[in-house]
């Protein structure tokens, strides 16, 4: 019956193929505007070129219904990640594909078993249905508008090149940058963005990305730290959670009158610390600040002359078992320089298959593999890296946890530049807070049941500024004093407490000290009782300035928030 449906159709087979592949494009993310407009539907139009070109190479239709096998079989997939996360096939997807091991599959398959996986089985069928549909209705293009269609493709495929070439400025490849696989052109970034092509794209990015992480290890593979770790202050699990643009102000751990960290607050334990500011306000140059004291690319851009691995190194070397737990990308030009860090672990878990751009998935999603890594009895040194507050506020926690209202909604385009959703946007981003305190919270619960000797800091890579009170803001930015100054914290388990107690007060003498995010190095350093012999480590001990990185210098923090406090480094 259905082949015979299919025979009556059978002049609608090929719009129907167009229309099929045509489809997930429908579902990308539809900015507002006239420019959001023409993005939305150029999605759609290099969709339907690139299939009406497919049927116009392979002429007969079967057979391009047949090949198109290549690329409907995650047509469901991608129509499912556009949906539920607002993100294509990325090249952060397939890093996180290289991470999963068969557990984690087998896990995934029993979860979306109804969700996914039977509709995909459907789907492929159906698929399948339809090429054997074509093959028996015999259609072949003949006419000589096929050869049109592949002139006429090529043709403007090489306008379309030249015109986004001309439009790009230069210093998309004259700037050095030790981790800058050449940035996307707009060219490329169109089809990057367009089912199907969009996984070629991916998966070719993933790879370089990964390429150039083995070769940039391979220049510290004999790197060994003179190091060594006391038989009297010897943890058994060190973690270092780092947040993602969280700024202090908006914690209430931090007198912030709103009360977004009801959790925190309630931990006696807790250590906050009220005066820390970050080195950069990018991700990409402020996590590797904080975990390595010769990073492969300094926050300036510099390569350092003699670089060498991070914390995560060091703590392996001293016989912890490591591991990197992170609900960001694993490939990216924002993302790979955090990647190399985070290869140098023993395990690298990325449940998250979208970019920092999409929804993707929410913070707790970290909370399973945490525990699982906390089983046995081997040391353990934990890295885990949130999507905490970063852009778009609203993606960043569930319905649960909007209580400050009204908020952006769910599935709202808000461009950072418009105004008029400021009282949302602000609203939202102190939900985030609130969820941030929730996931902190569940972390720190999850170690304390453990019964062991732990000790924990968190902080965050930078602020955020948000259509900052009193500053001539064009929206959401990045370059008040409120994106560098950062929420901290050191916590310590009871058993940590009981046996080190002159340790905890050395963490209580560093709430009002002035430090800076590459402080979180040497304190965990102390705090596990390591020895590091060729260099000092006390790092803000003497310290006459806190420099930061700011328009494009390195300036004085504390004296440039007094000069400027909207724009650190204004020239």
């Known amino acids: 019956m259905f082949f015979f449906a299919m025979k009556k159709l059978s002049s609608a087979l090929p719009i129907l193929f167009v229309a099929l592949g045509a489809l997930p494009n429908a579902f990308r993310i539809h900015l507002p505007g006239d420019l959001g407009d023409l993005q939305y539907i150029e999605g759609i139009a290099y969709c339907i070129a690139f299939m009406l070109l497919w049927l116009a190479i392979f002429k007969k239709l079967w057979v391009?219904?047949?090949?198109?096998?290549?690329?409907?079989?995650?047509?469901?997939?991608?129509?499912?990640?556009?949906?539920?996360?607002?993100?294509?096939?990325?090249?952060?997807?397939?890093?996180m594909l290289r991470e999963t091991n068969p557990q984690e599959i087998t896990s995934f398959l029993t979860t979306y078993a109804l969700t996914l996986v039977l509709p995909w089985l459907v789907s492929m069928a159906a698929f399948t249905g339809l090429a054997v549909a074509s093959y028996k209705s015999g259609i072949v293009w003949m006419?000589?508008?096929?050869?049109?269609?592949?002139?006429?493709?090529?043709?403007?495929?090489?306008?379309?090149?030249?015109?986004?070439?001309?439009?790009?400025?230069?210093d998309l490849v004259a700037a050095p940058d030790a981790f800058r696989v050449r940035p996307t052109s707009f060219w490329v970034s169109k089809w990057g963005d367009t089912y199907p092509t969009n996984a070629i794209f991916a998966m070719r990015r993933n790879y370089q990305d990964q390429q150039l992480i083995?070769?940039?290890?391979?220049?510290?593979?004999?790197?060994?730290?003179?190091?060594?770790?006391?038989?009297?202050?010897?943890?058994?699990?060190?973690?270092?959670?780092?947040?993602?643009?969280?700024?202090?102000?908006?914690?209430?751990?931090?007198?912030?009158?709103?009360n977004t960290t009801p959790l925190l607050r309630k931990?006696?334990?807790?250590?906050?610390?009220?005066?820390?500011?970050?080195?950069?306000?990018?991700?990409?140059?402020?996590?590797?600040?904080?975990?390595?004291?010769?990073?492969?690319?300094?926050?300036?851009?510099?390569?350092?002359?003699?670089?060498?691995?991070?914390?995560?190194?060091?703590?392996?070397?001293?016989?912890?078992k490591t591991y990197w737990i992170s609900n960001q990308s694993t490939s990216g030009f924002f993302d790979t320089p955090i990647s190399f860090y985070a290869s140098e672990a023993d395990q690298q878990t990325f449940p998250n298959p979208a970019d920092f751009a999409s929804r993707g998935s929410l913070d707790e999603v970290l909370l399973k593999p945490l525990n699982v890594s906390l089983k046995?009895?081997?040391?353990?040194?934990?890295?885990?890296?949130?999507?905490?507050?970063?852009?778009?506020?609203?993606?960043?926690?569930?319905?649960?946890?909007?209580?400050?209202?009204?908020?952006?909604?769910?599935?709202?385009?808000?461009?950072?530049?418009?105004?008029?959703?400021?009282?949302?946007?602000?609203?939202?981003?102190?939900?985030?807070?609130?969820?941030t305190d929730y996931v902190l919270s569940k972390i720190l619960d999850s170690l304390e049941?453990?019964?062991?000797?732990?000790?924990?800091?968190?902080?965050?890579?930078?602020?955020e500024d948000i259509f900052?009170?009193?500053?001539?803001?064009?929206?959401?930015?990045?370059?008040?004093?409120?994106?560098?100054?950062?929420?901290?914290?050191?916590?310590?388990?009871?058993?940590?407490?009981?046996?080190?107690?002159?340790?905890?007060?050395?963490?209580?003498?560093?709430?009002?000290?002035?430090?800076?995010?590459?402080?979180?190095?040497?304190?965990?350093?102390?705090?596990?009782?390591?020895?590091?012999?060729?260099?000092?480590?006390?790092?803000?001990?003497?310290?006459?300035?806190?420099?930061?990185?700011?328009?494009?210098?390195?300036?004085?923090?504390?004296?440039?928030?007094?000069?400027?406090?909207?724009?650190?480094?204004?020239?």
């Open 64 to 95: 391009a219904y047949t090949l198109g096998m290549i690329f409907f079989s995650w047509w469901l997939l991608e129509i499912y990640l556009r949906v539920e996360f607002r993100s294509g096939l990325s090249s952060g997807f397939f890093g």
């Open 468 to 571: 900052e009170p009193g500053c001539v803001s064009m929206g959401i930015t990045r370059v008040s004093q409120k994106s560098y100054e950062i929420p901290a914290f050191l916590w310590a388990s009871h058993a940590y407490r009981q046996e080190w107690p002159a340790e905890v007060d050395y963490m209580r003498s560093l709430v009002e000290k002035p430090l800076l995010n590459q402080d979180a190095y040497p304190l965990l350093l102390r705090l596990s009782g390591v020895t590091l012999f060729d260099a000092n480590f006390q790092l803000f001990s003497g310290r006459a300035e806190r420099k930061v990185y700011a328009q494009g210098a390195w300036v004085d923090f504390d004296k440039e928030k007094t000069r400027d406090a909207c724009v650190i480094g204004r020239r």
């Open 267 to 320: 931990r006696r334990e807790l250590i906050p610390m009220r005066n820390m500011v970050t080195v950069s306000t990018a991700t990409r140059s402020s996590v590797p600040e904080m975990i390595s004291r010769h990073p492969i690319q300094r926050a300036d851009g510099t390569r350092s002359e003699d670089p060498e691995p991070s914390l995560v190194a060091l703590f392996s070397q001293l016989g912890y």
């Open 376 to 435: 046995g009895n081997e040391k353990k040194f934990i890295v885990i890296h949130t999507m905490g507050s970063h852009f778009n506020y609203s993606y960043r926690y569930p319905a649960g946890f909007e209580i400050f209202q009204p908020a952006l909604r769910p599935d709202e385009i808000f461009l950072p530049s418009d105004p008029s959703k400021k009282n949302e946007a602000n609203n939202s981003y102190d939900n985030s807070v609130l969820y």
């Open 214 to 258: 083995k070769n940039l290890k391979s220049s510290m593979a004999d790197h060994a730290f003179q190091v060594e770790q006391s038989q009297n202050l010897n943890p058994d699990i060190v973690v270092l959670i780092i947040g993602e643009s969280s700024r202090r102000d908006r914690w209430s751990l931090f007198g912030y009158d709103r």
């Open 143 to 170: 006419h000589r508008s096929r050869y049109w269609v592949i002139i006429s493709f090529l043709m403007m495929g090489a306008l379309l090149h030249i015109s986004f070439e001309l439009q790009e400025s230069d």
């Open 449 to 463: 049941q453990q019964d062991k000797k732990a000790v924990a800091m968190y902080l965050s890579d930078h602020g």
